[in-house]
């Protein structure tokens, strides 16, 4: 199960990448390198634009809604308490004894 997300997310995010690389920018972008000049033949110029971006706004929308549930439902969880290094560490041989509480009397040798 988890990995099928994974996969869908990673899917997700290559067409993510590939919607925003063809939109053009004021200076033209990077989509006259993936076709993107050609694009606005097929749909029209005002289309394409209204295309693309709802279709940039919709999988951001997928991959980070799809991200929080894989991180909240979906991701496997260790269910054994795991000690760090240093709750695992016995106490150093030197240390010295706790010291006493207020108020109990001191025992003189």
Sequence with gaps: MYTFFI???MIISVFLIVVVLMQSS???GLAGSFGGSNIGT???VRRT????SKATTILATIF???A???????LPRGEQAVQSVIQSQAPAQGALPP???PGT???QP
């Design 42 to 44: 097929v749909f029209g």
């Design 105 to 107: 009397p001191q025992q």
């Design 49 to 52: 634009s209204d295309f693309l």
């Design 7 to 9: 996969v869908v997310e």
């Design 64 to 66: 980070v809604g799809l």
């Design 68 to 74: 929080l549930f894989i991180n909240l439902v979906v």
């Design 26 to 28: 004021k200076g033209g």
């Design 99 to 101: 010291s006493p509480q």
